[in-house]
């Protein structure tokens, strides 16, 4: 059946399983699992050598080398198994949640993943305490040798590592510790209602529904649902704040064990997880605050376009109210890749062809269904090293958007499909460099074809929005959970003084820009509760900067500008963010120069922006 082009298509991932009952599939689970039997084996051999993995004779380095080599390369395949079967579940799941048996096994083979990790710690922490001998042996396997930034990176823990029994413990407890905090929030925000005065009537809806009215063009509903959002957290705030403070309290309690060398502090961990240095974090937040202007410029502008005062907190999502004068149709979804390989072209002929072999491969799910799980995200099996883009198509700038976005993403995954897959684990703050640059060479291409001053206004009113959000409210974010962290050090923190410091971190980066702050935003805000890492939020502010720092090498570099760029995103599982900058950029991210740099481009939107609206 061949569908009109105008229809959004669904994917095919029929060449990975038939279907999540294929008996392929079961044979990839029975398969990995065989591996982390073998994997537990070893490990159970090794796991005597690791509180003495520095005095080792020659002949246990031997063997401990020769079992290392053998268990990774177990698990390293098992893991490809079990990821491929994960992201065929997901996949499956993310289009209809409701499939039963699809998500009893999608839960099986998290656990087996789980005990996969579990089964491998010995060998990680044998790698982390060793000597530097024992390492370059172990290295030296053709293999194995993709995973050394990985390992020596991990090595950088060693003096905080905890005895093999402690580690174990931590993951063991962590299970009814922080993961449950998470699902806890979780599922208050899953089943917390309220109730919504619409001109329409009133409504009862989830938090997710109510969120959604956040883009409405009508104050009225916009303020509605943001009171409602916040009343309905408000009612629940013991809760959230004891998962804050929990979830804070358990991580401050960690670190204080691992600071039997030398005191680890609190944003040690996600520098780590994100490969940057915090003279790296705090170059970048010193320029921001330096333009902490432009993103107020921004507010102050949207207010004028909308007959107010000054903006309000439901108001920064408010839709541009150009867009319904403009003469810019959203396009359909075959005309939507078509304008995403046009303008990819423009960079290079081969980033064209990539859009549109998504498409033919029909690798990109963006059909509109009632059962799809909302937003978007760009994943890859593993195995056929393919990537694939979810999202629902309806049509519209965001959407558009988004699809330029992960398609980014996409490509990213795509250039380093013949590297080693450990060469291939990329941290958030790197994450972002090809979507965030594939979203701005479709602004660009949009904004360069504008026909009237409405589309002109409404395309940079989009562009400007960015700014408001990397350059006000994730360094809002930050702001708010590093004092949060301090002072949670001392004791914990009751819902009234939450509210007062999240109002405290907004007002000291919105300023007089806002005629209220978001004072629930701590609940509001999945990103303050999720169990597994601590401050989500610099990373978009890197990635945002970053990605427009390489994106201003374009002129620069010209014809030589895509080889470097290729470049650059295939290191980006090898080296720290520093080396990356440094070696493709000639940057240094530890000096608020290369930021500001960043940030002139920013300053430009938001020039375009105030001269688009000075125009229409
Ligand atoms: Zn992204």
Request: charged residues 25%.
């Amino acid at each position: 059946m061949t569908l009109p082009r105008s229809t959004p298509p669904s994917w095919d991932n029929t060449q990975e399983y038939p279907s999540a009952a294929s008996s392929l599939l079961t044979a990839d689970l029975d398969h990995a699992n065989n591996l982390r039997l073998k994997v537990a084996e070893l490990a159970e051999h090794l796991a005597p050598y690791v509180p003495r993995a520095e005095t080792f004779t020659e002949e246990e380095r031997r063997t401990a080398v020769d079992k290392a080599q053998e268990a990774t390369l177990h698990y390293e395949q098992a893991g490809i198994l079990l990821q491929n079967v994960l992201t065929f579940l997901s996949c499956e799941l993310s289009v209809d949640a409701r499939q039963a048996a699809a998500k009893t096994l999608y839960g099986k083979t998290q656990t087996l993943q789980a005990d996969l990790d579990r089964a491998f710690n010995p060998i990680e922490l044998l790698l982390k305490l060793t000597d530097e001998r024992f390492v370059a042996a172990y290295l030296q396997h053709p293999q194995i040798k993709p995973r050394t930034f990985q390992v020596q990176k991990n090595r950088e823990l060693r003096d905080q590592t905890l005895p093999l029994g402690e580690e174990d413990l931590l993951i063991g407890l962590g299970v009814n510790g922080p993961l449950s905090w998470g699902n806890l929030y979780d599922s208050l925000a899953g089943s917390i209602s309220c109730k919504l005065d619409l001109p329409e009537g009133a409504r009862q809806v989830g938090l997710a529904e109510a969120a959604s009215l956040s883009q409405d063009p009508r104050e009225s509903v916009r303020e509605t649902a943001h009171r409602a959002i916040g009343n309905a957290w408000r009612n629940h705030e013991e809760s959230a704040s004891a998962i804050l403070n929990s979830l804070a309290g358990w991580r401050l309690e960690e670190y204080q064990r691992r600071s039997y060398k030398r005191p680890v502090h609190f944003l040690a961990a996600p520098l780590h997880q994100n490969r940057i240095s915090r003279a790296t974090l705090d170059a970048m937040m010193t320029a921001v605050r330096e333009h902490v202007d432009l993103g107020r410029r921004v507010l102050r502008q949207q207010a004028r376009i909308l007959g107010k005062p000054k903006l309000a907190p439901w108001d920064l999502f408010a839709p541009c109210p150009a867009s319904a004068k403009g003469s810019w149709q959203p396009p359909s979804f075959a005309d939507a890749i078509k304008l995403i390989a046009d303008a990819y072209s423009e960079i290079h002929p081969d980033m064209g062809d990539f859009v549109r072999m998504m498409d033919a491969n029909r690798w990109i799910e963006a059909t509109v269904g009632p059962n799809k799980r909302p937003g978007a995200y760009c994943t890859q099996f593993v195995k056929s090293r393919t990537p694939r883009v979810y999202m629902t198509y309806s049509g519209g700038m965001r959407e558009l958007k988004t699809l330029a976005h992960e398609l980014g993403h996409a490509f990213h995954s795509w250039v380093m499909r013949d590297m080693p897959l450990p060469a291939t684990h990329y941290p958030m703050t790197l994450a972002e460099t090809a979507s965030i640059f594939g979203e701005t060479v479709v602004n660009n291409v949009l904004l360069k074809h504008a026909q009237t001053d409405a589309d002109r206004l409404q395309f940079t009113w989009a562009q400007a929005r960015e700014v408001e959000s990397f350059i006000l409210n994730i360094p809002a974010r930050y702001q708010f959970e590093k004092t949060f962290y301090e002072r949670r050090q001392e004791s914990t923190l009751t819902p009234s003084d939450l509210r007062h410091l999240m109002t405290e971190s907004w007002q000291a980066w919105y300023g007089d820009a806002l005629s209220e702050m978001d004072s629930m935003f701590w609940a509001t805000k999945l990103h303050f509760s999720i169990s597994e890492l601590s401050f989500y939020n610099f990373p978009y502010t890197f990635g945002y900067l970053f990605s427009l720092g390489v994106y201003a090498q374009r002129e620069r570099l010209a014809e030589r500008f895509y080889p470097a760029y290729v470049a650059l995103l295939r290191d980006t599982g090898t080296m720290t963010a520093e080396d990356v900058a440094s070696k493709h950029l000639g940057a240094d991210l530890t000096q608020p120069d290369f930021w500001r740099q960043s940030l002139a481009i920013a300053g430009d939107s938001v020039a375009q922006f105030e001269a688009a609206a000075r125009q229409s």
